[in-house]
C-alpha cells in the first residue's frame, strides 16, 4: 500500500520502552544495543524448574560463584547485538577471503618454502581444536550465563570461535595438503605436545562455574595463546619465509584484538563489582594461567626453539598487565 | 607432498571438514559427564555420524549472507522511521496486532535462543550442535529485529512501553511462557521435538502468515520487512527440526514411542498457543488475509497431513489432537476474541466490536458457526456498549494447569457446553481445558503441579506491591493487579475512544491533508 505523507513533525508520546527509561534514569532515546539487551532475560515467574537441574531455575545467578547486583552492568563496549557483530564478521570475512583467493592466484603457498610450511602447519592446524572447544564452552556460557548482555556477548564468541576452527582448517586446504590435517588431529589426540592442553580444555568442559569458562578461555587461553601464536610466531615465519600465513591468519589477529576489549571489560566490571568477586577472578586467572602456560611450553618450544621461555614470558607479562588495568592485581 | 584434493573437495566432504573433523572424543574427562543431558529422557543414539547435516553453512558464509540481510533491514526499518510509515498503516487498529506481538512474541525467540543454545552445548554429535548453536544465533537477531521494528511504534502508541516487565507477570502471556519453560526444562531432545520440529515445522506457517502478510497488508512495511528477512532463517530452523525427528526415529526402534508422544504433546500445546494469533487474523488486522480457518486447512490439515504420511514409514502416526483441532478451528478465534473483549481493564492492547462488514466477513468464512453462536452474542455485547452497560468481567478467570489458557473452550461436539476436566492429585484438584492437557498432566503431574498461574498467584497476595498488608481483611488481590503489570489505563478498554485512536487520526490528517 502506497499513500503520500507529507513530512510532518509530531511529538512522540515516548522515547524508549520503560524498562530503558527506568535504567538510564530519564525518558530519552535508547541506543539499538540497549533495545536489544537490557532486561530482556525473564527472572521471576517461572513455570517449572529444569527436568536437568532441579536445584535451579530456567536462569539462576546462583550458576556462578561471582555475584552481581545487575547483571547488565557487564555491557559489551563493542555494542553488539546481532546486526553489528554480524556485519563486523562480514567484512572481516570478505578481508580474508581476499587473502585466501590472492594467496591462491598467485600460487603462494605452492611457492612457500617446504620447511617454514611443516612448521606453521605443525604449530597451528591443531589450533582448531582449541577453538573447537572454546566454542563447546562459550557455548554453555550462552546457554547458561545470567543476563542477556553477557549471553548474547558469549553466543557470538562460540560462532566466532567456530569460524576461527574453520579458517584454521582452510590452511590445510590452501596449501593443499589434506594429510596435513590428519596428522594434526593425531597430534592433538596423542601428540606428547599438546596434551596438557587438550587435558586442560577437556577439563573446562565439564566445569559447571560459567564465569570460570569465560576466564578460562576468553581471558587466559586466548590472552596467552593468540599473542605467542598468531602473534609472535606469525612474526617469525614473515622474518624468515615471507608473509603468506601473516594473509592467512589476519582474520585470528583482527578478532582477538576486538574481542580482549570486550572480556576485559566484563572482567573490569565485574572485579569492581566486590572484593569477593576480584578475589575469585584472580584465583581463577592464577590457576588457570599456571596451566596454560605449561600447557602451552611445548608448543612454544616447537615454534620458537630456544626463544620459548621469553616469548611465553612477553605474553605472560601481557597477560597480567591486562588484569592489571581490569583492577585485578595477581 | 602431492595431495592435490583439495580442489576437489565436494560441499559434504568439505564441510564435514569443517565441523564434525574438529570435534575428538573427549578421554580426559569421560563423554557422559562432558554430555550429562542426553541419557535421561530414554531417546538411544547408537551413531551421531548418521546424523545429516540439514543445511550446510560455514560462518563466513552465513555471515556473509546475513550481513547483507541485515544491512538491507535496517536500511528499510530506518526509512519507514523517518518517514513517519506508521500514519500508513491500514487502520489504527492495526497497532494493536503490534502490541500483542510485541508481548508474546520477540520474549518467545529469546528462550529460543537460549534453549538452542542449551542444545547446541548438550548434543554429542557435533553435526547437530553446530545447527543448534547457528538456530540459537538466529534467534538473537529474530528477537532483536522485532524488538527494533516495533520500537519506533512503541514512541507514539500506549502499550508497548512494558512489555519486558510484563513478560512474565502478564495473564494472557502466560501460556507462551509455559510453552516456552516447559520446552526449555525438558531434555534436550524434547526440546528439539517441541520447539525443532512441532513449533517451527509443523506450526511455523500459522504464525507466518497472519504477521507477515498481516503486516504487508496493512502497510506496515517495517514488520513485513522483518518477517522476510527472518524466513530463510526459518527455512534452515524447519530443515533442522525435521531431521532431527527423522534421526531419532532411524536410531532405534524404541525412540518411536518416546518421540510420538512428544508429538503429541507438543502440536496439542502449540495449537493452544495459536488461538490468539488466529484471533489475530480473524479480528485485529483491519485487512484480512484469510481467515483461521482456511490457514489451518491449508497449513496443518493439508499440509500437517502430507508431513505425517511421509512420517509414516517411520511408524509415526498423525497427532492424537488432529480431529479436535479440526472441529475447533470453526471456534477457536471468536471464543478468544470475545474472551479478550470481556476483560476491558485487564490487557494492554485494545479491543473492539467487529463493524457490520467485518461481521458479514465471518458469517461468510464460519458458514457452520459464526451466525449460529457468535453472531448473537457480539450483537448483545454492541447493543450493551451502546446503551451504556459495557461488558466488564472483574473475575479472576480459571486456567487451565497445562496450557494456562483461560478455560473457554467448547466440550467437543458440543458448541454450547464449556469444557472442563479435572484431576485429583496428592489430595489437590487440577483443572484443564481439555482432555489433551489433563492428559499431559497425567503423564507428568510433578511437573505440572509447578504451573505459575497468574490468577491464584494474585488471590494468594503475591501480586500486590511491597508494603500492602495481604493478610488485612479488607485486601483485594485485584484492586493492585494493574501496578503488578505497569499497565496503563490509557492502553486498555475500547479502541472507540482511546487515545490511540484520537492520535492516529489526527497525525494522519495532519499527514494526508491540507
Same mark, same amino acid.
Given at each position: 500500500?502506497?499513500?503520500?505523507?507529507?513530512?510532518?513533525?509530531?511529538?512522540?508520546?515516548?522515547?524508549?520502552?520503560?524498562?530503558?527509561?527506568?535504567?538510564?534514569?530519564?525518558?530519552?532515546?535508547?541506543?539499538?544495543?540497549?533495545?536489544?539487551?537490557?532486561?530482556?532475560? !525473564?527472572?521471576?515467574?517461572?513455570?517449572?524448574?529444569?527436568?536437568?537441574?532441579?536445584?535451579?531455575?530456567?536462569?539462576?545467578?546462583?550458576?556462578?560463584?561471582?555475584?552481581?547486583?545487575?547483571?547488565?552492568?557487564?555491557?559489551?563496549?563493542?555494542?553488539?547485538?546481532?546486526? !553489528?557483530?554480524?556485519?563486523?564478521?562480514?567484512?572481516?570475512?570478505?578481508?580474508?577471503?581476499?587473502?585466501?583467493?590472492?594467496?591462491?592466484?598467485?600460487?603462494? &603457498? &605452492?611457492?612457500? +618454502?617446504?620447511?617454514?610450511?611443516?612448521?606453521?602447519?605443525?604449530?597451528? *592446524?591443531?589450533?582448531?581444536?582449541?577453538?573447537?572447544?572454546?566454542?563447546?564452552?562459550?557455548?554453555?556460557?550462552?546457554?547458561?550465563?545470567?543476563?542477556?548482555?553477557?549471553?548474547?556477548?558469549?553466543?557470538?564468541?562460540?560462532?566466532?570461535?567456530?569460524?576461527?576452527?574453520?579458517?584454521?582448517?582452510?590452511?590445510?586446504?590452501?596449501?593443499?595438503?589434506?594429510?596435513?590435517?590428519?596428522?594434526?588431529?593425531?597430534?592433538?589426540?596423542?601428540?606428547?605436545?599438546?596434551?596438557?592442553?587438550?587435558?586442560?580444555?577437556?577439563? *573446562?568442559?565439564?566445569?559447571?562455574?560459567?564465569?570460570?569458562?569465560?576466564?578460562?578461555?576468553?581471558?587466559?587461553?586466548?590472552?596467552?595463546?593468540? +599473542?605467542?601464536?598468531?602473534?609472535?610466531?606469525?612474526?617469525?615465519?614473515?622474518?624468515?619465509?615471507?608473509?603468506?600465513?601473516?594473509?592467512?591468519?589476519?582474520?585470528?589477529?583482527?578478532?582477538?584484538?576486538?574481542?580482549?576489549?570486550?572480556?576485559?571489560?566484563?572482567?573490569?566490571? &565485574?572485579?569492581?563489582?566486590?572484593?569477593?568477586?576480584?578475589?575469585?577472578?584472580?584465583?581463577?586467572?592464577?590457576?588457570?594461567?599456571?596451566?596454560?602456560?605449561?600447557?602451552?611450553? +611445548?608448543?612454544?618450544?616447537?615454534?620458537?626453539?630456544?626463544?620459548?621461555?621469553?616469548?611465553?614470558?612477553?605474553?605472560?607479562?601481557?597477560?597480567?598487565?591486562?588484569?592489571?588495568? &581490569?583492577?585485578? !592485581?595477581? | 607432498?602431492?595431495?592435490?584434493?583439495?580442489?576437489? #573437495? /565436494?560441499?559434504?566432504?568439505?564441510?564435514?571438514?569443517?565441523?564434525?573433523?574438529?570435534?575428538?572424543?573427549?578421554?580426559?574427562?569421560?563423554?557422559?559427564?562432558?554430555?550429562?543431558?542426553?541419557?535421561?529422557?530414554?531417546?538411544?543414539?547408537?551413531? =551421531?555420524?548418521?546424523?545429516?547435516?540439514?543445511?550446510?553453512?560455514?560462518?563466513?558464509?552465513?555471515?556473509?549472507?546475513?550481513?547483507?540481510?541485515?544491512?538491507?533491514?535496517?536500511?528499510?526499518?530506518?526509512?519507514?522511521?523517518?518517514?513517519?510509515?506508521?500514519?500508513?498503516?491500514?487502520?489504527?487498529?492495526?497497532?494493536?496486532?503490534?502490541?500483542?506481538? #510485541?508481548?508474546?512474541?520477540?520474549?518467545?525467540?529469546?528462550?529460543?535462543?537460549?534453549?538452542?543454545?542449551?542444545?547446541?552445548?548438550?548434543?554429542?554429535?557435533?553435526?547437530?550442535?553446530?545447527?543448534?548453536?547457528? $538456530?540459537?544465533?538466529?534467534?538473537?537477531?529474530?528477537?532483536?529485529?522485532?524488538?527494533?521494528?516495533?520500537?519506533?511504534?512503541?514512541?507514539?502508541?500506549?502499550?508497548?512501553?512494558?512489555?519486558?516487565?510484563?513478560?512474565?507477570?502478564?495473564?494472557? #502471556?502466560?501460556?507462551?511462557?509455559?510453552?516456552?519453560?516447559?520446552?526449555?526444562?525438558?531434555?534436550?531432545?524434547?526440546?528439539?521435538?517441541?520447539? /525443532?520440529?512441532?513449533?517451527?515445522?509443523?506450526?511455523?506457517?500459522?504464525?507466518?502468515?497472519?504477521?507477515?502478510?498481516?503486516?504487508?497488508?496493512? /502497510?506496515?512495511?517495517?514488520?513485513?520487512?522483518?518477517?522476510?528477512?527472518?524466513?530463510?532463517?526459518?527455512?534452515?530452523?524447519?530443515?533442522?527440526?525435521?531431521?532431527?525427528?527423522?534421526?531419532?526415529?532411524?536410531?532405534?526402534?524404541?525412540?518411536?514411542?518416546?518421540?510420538?508422544?512428544?508429538?503429541? %504433546? =507438543?502440536?496439542?500445546?502449540?495449537?493452544?498457543?495459536?488461538?490468539?494469533?488466529?484471533?489475530?487474523?480473524?479480528?485485529?488486522?483491519?485487512?484480512?488475509?484469510?481467515?483461521?480457518?482456511?490457514?489451518?486447512?491449508?497449513?496443518?490439515?493439508?499440509?500437517?497431513?502430507?508431513?505425517?504420511?511421509? #512420517?509414516?514409514?517411520?511408524?509415526?502416526?498423525?497427532?492424537?489432537?488432529?480431529?479436535?483441532?479440526?472441529?475447533? %478451528?470453526?471456534?477457536?478465534?471468536?471464543?478468544?476474541?470475545?474472551?479478550?473483549?470481556?476483560?476491558?481493564?485487564?490487557?494492554?492492547?485494545?479491543?473492539?466490536?467487529?463493524?457490520?462488514?467485518?461481521?458479514?466477513?465471518?458469517?461468510?468464512?464460519?458458514?457452520?458457526?459464526?451466525?449460529?453462536?457468535?453472531?448473537?452474542?457480539?450483537?448483545?455485547?454492541?447493543? $450493551?456498549?451502546?446503551?451504556?452497560?459495557?461488558?466488564?468481567?472483574?473475575?479472576?478467570?480459571?486456567?487451565?494447569?497445562?496450557?494456562?489458557?483461560?478455560?473457554?473452550?467448547?466440550?467437543?461436539?458440543?458448541?454450547?457446553?464449556?469444557?472442563?476436566?479435572?484431576?485429583?492429585?496428592?489430595?489437590?484438584?487440577?483443572?484443564?481445558?481439555?482432555?489433551?492437557?489433563?492428559?499431559?498432566?497425567?503423564?507428568?503431574?510433578?511437573?505440572?503441579?509447578?504451573?505459575?498461574?497468574?490468577?491464584? $498467584?494474585?488471590?494468594?497476595?503475591?501480586?500486590?506491591?511491597?508494603?500492602?498488608?495481604?493478610?488485612?481483611?479488607?485486601?483485594?488481590?485485584?484492586?493492585?493487579?494493574?501496578?503488578? =503489570?505497569?499497565?496503563?489505563?490509557?492502553?486498555?478498554?475500547?479502541?472507540? /475512544?482511546?487515545?490511540?485512536?484520537?492520535?492516529?487520526?489526527?497525525?494522519?490528517?495532519?499527514?494526508? %491533508?491540507?
Amino acid at each position: 500500500m502506497s499513500m503520500d505523507l507529507r513530512t510532518i513533525s509530531i511529538t512522540p508520546l515516548r522515547q524508549t520502552f520503560g524498562h530503558l527509561a527506568r535504567r538510564m534514569g530519564a525518558d530519552k532515546p535508547a541506543t539499538r544495543y540497549m533495545e536489544a539487551t537490557m532486561d530482556l532475560q !525473564p527472572v521471576e515467574n517461572y513455570h517449572y524448574r529444569p527436568t536437568w537441574e532441579p536445584q535451579y531455575e530456567i536462569f539462576d545467578a546462583r550458576r556462578t560463584r561471582i555475584v552481581m547486583h545487575d547483571w547488565y552492568a557487564l555491557k559489551d563496549p563493542r555494542q553488539y547485538y546481532y546486526g !553489528p557483530w554480524t556485519l563486523a564478521r562480514g567484512r572481516m570475512g570478505e578481508t580474508a577471503g581476499g587473502d585466501f583467493d590472492l594467496v591462491d592466484e598467485l600460487g603462494l &603457498a &605452492a611457492a612457500y +618454502p617446504a620447511e617454514g610450511r611443516d612448521l606453521a602447519l605443525r604449530v597451528l *592446524l591443531p589450533l582448531r581444536h582449541v577453538a573447537w572447544a572454546s566454542n563447546i564452552n562459550n557455548a554453555y556460557v550462552s546457554a547458561y550465563g545470567y543476563g542477556i548482555a553477557i549471553t548474547q556477548a558469549a553466543c557470538y564468541a562460540s560462532m566466532d570461535q567456530l569460524g576461527v576452527a574453520q579458517y584454521v582448517t582452510r590452511l590445510a586446504i590452501a596449501f593443499d595438503d589434506l594429510e596435513s590435517l590428519a596428522s594434526a588431529k593425531s597430534a592433538w589426540l596423542e601428540g606428547r605436545e599438546w596434551q596438557e592442553l587438550r587435558h586442560f580444555v577437556e577439563d *573446562l568442559m565439564v566445569e559447571h562455574d560459567w564465569f570460570a569458562l569465560l576466564v578460562a578461555q576468553d581471558f587466559v587461553i586466548d590472552g596467552l595463546l593468540y +599473542p605467542l601464536l598468531y602473534e609472535r610466531f606469525n612474526d617469525k615465519l614473515n622474518a624468515a619465509y615471507g608473509p603468506v600465513f601473516s594473509m592467512l591468519t589476519r582474520f585470528q589477529r583482527e578478532w582477538a584484538g576486538e574481542t580482549a576489549k570486550w572480556i576485559d571489560s566484563v572482567l573490569k566490571v &565485574a572485579a569492581g563489582e566486590s572484593p569477593e568477586n576480584k578475589a575469585q577472578l584472580a584465583v581463577w586467572i592464577n590457576d588457570f594461567r599456571e596451566r596454560t602456560v605449561k600447557a602451552l611450553t +611445548p608448543i612454544a618450544t616447537i615454534a620458537f626453539g630456544d626463544k620459548a621461555t621469553a616469548m611465553l614470558d612477553e605474553v605472560i607479562l601481557q597477560l597480567n598487565t591486562r588484569a592489571a588495568k &581490569a583492577g585485578i !592485581p595477581l | 607432498m602431492d595431495m592435490k584434493t583439495s580442489k576437489k #573437495l /565436494g560441499l559434504k566432504e568439505r564441510y564435514t571438514m569443517m565441523t564434525r573433523d574438529l570435534a575428538w572424543d573427549t578421554t580426559y574427562q569421560p563423554m557422559d559427564k562432558v554430555f550429562p543431558q542426553v541419557g535421561y529422557e530414554g531417546i538411544k543414539i547408537h551413531d =551421531w555420524d548418521k546424523w545429516e547435516d540439514p543445511f550446510r553453512l560455514t560462518m563466513d558464509a552465513y555471515w556473509k549472507y546475513q550481513a547483507e540481510k541485515e544491512r538491507k533491514l535496517y536500511a528499510i526499518l530506518d526509512a519507514f522511521n523517518q518517514n513517519n510509515g506508521h500514519l500508513s498503516v491500514t487502520d489504527g487498529r492495526y497497532i494493536n496486532v503490534l502490541k500483542l506481538f #510485541l508481548g508474546s512474541t520477540p520474549p518467545l525467540e529469546l528462550m529460543a535462543a537460549r534453549g538452542f543454545s542449551m542444545v547446541g552445548r548438550q548434543m554429542v554429535g557435533a553435526g547437530p550442535r553446530v545447527a543448534c548453536q547457528m $538456530q540459537a544465533v538466529d534467534e538473537y537477531r529474530h528477537f532483536q529485529t522485532q524488538i527494533h521494528s516495533i520500537s519506533n511504534y512503541n514512541k507514539f502508541y500506549n502499550g508497548m512501553d512494558e512489555f519486558a516487565h510484563q513478560q512474565s507477570r502478564m495473564w494472557y #502471556l502466560s501460556d507462551g511462557k509455559s510453552f516456552f519453560d516447559d520446552a526449555i526444562t525438558a531434555g534436550p531432545f524434547e526440546f528439539m521435538v517441541a520447539i /525443532g520440529f512441532a513449533f517451527e515445522y509443523v506450526l511455523t506457517n500459522i504464525l507466518f502468515v497472519p504477521f507477515i502478510s498481516g503486516a504487508a497488508y496493512n /502497510g506496515d512495511m517495517a514488520a513485513m520487512t522483518v518477517g522476510f528477512s527472518a524466513q530463510s532463517d526459518e527455512a534452515r530452523h524447519m530443515t533442522l527440526g525435521l531431521e532431527c525427528i527423522k534421526f531419532m526415529l532411524e536410531q532405534d526402534p524404541d525412540n518411536l514411542a518416546i518421540v510420538q508422544r512428544w508429538i503429541d %504433546k =507438543w502440536t496439542w500445546r502449540g495449537t493452544r498457543k495459536l488461538a490468539s494469533v488466529g484471533m489475530m487474523m480473524d479480528y485485529m488486522l483491519p485487512k484480512r488475509i484469510m481467515s483461521f480457518k482456511e490457514a489451518w486447512e491449508i497449513y496443518f490439515e493439508q499440509n500437517g497431513a502430507a508431513l505425517f504420511t511421509d #512420517l509414516a514409514r517411520y511408524g509415526v502416526t498423525i497427532p492424537k489432537c488432529f480431529a479436535q483441532t479440526v472441529e475447533e %478451528k470453526e471456534h477457536v478465534t471468536h471464543q478468544s476474541w470475545l474472551g479478550f473483549y470481556m476483560k476491558p481493564e485487564s490487557t494492554p492492547f485494545h479491543t473492539w466490536i467487529p463493524g457490520p462488514d467485518e461481521l458479514d466477513w465471518l458469517s461468510e468464512k464460519y458458514p457452520n458457526t459464526f451466525d449460529k453462536y457468535y453472531r448473537p452474542m457480539y450483537e448483545y455485547l454492541d447493543a $450493551q456498549e451502546k446503551a451504556g452497560n459495557r461488558f466488564n468481567n472483574k473475575t479472576q478467570p480459571m486456567n487451565c494447569q497445562v496450557c494456562v489458557n483461560t478455560i473457554k473452550y467448547n466440550e467437543p461436539g458440543d458448541p454450547m457446553e464449556m469444557c472442563f476436566r479435572e484431576t485429583v492429585y496428592q489430595g489437590e484438584k487440577f483443572h484443564f481445558c481439555s482432555g489433551h492437557c489433563q492428559e499431559i498432566f497425567e503423564d507428568e503431574p510433578e511437573k505440572y503441579i509447578q504451573t505459575y498461574i497468574s490468577s491464584h $498467584q494474585a488471590l494468594q497476595g503475591n501480586c500486590a506491591p511491597e508494603g500492602v498488608d495481604t493478610h488485612a481483611p479488607d485486601f483485594n488481590p485485584g484492586s493492585h493487579i494493574a501496578d503488578y =503489570w505497569r499497565l496503563d489505563p490509557r492502553a486498555t478498554g475500547d479502541f472507540n /475512544g482511546s487515545e490511540d485512536q484520537k492520535n492516529f487520526a489526527a497525525w494522519r490528517d495532519l499527514a494526508t %491533508k491540507n
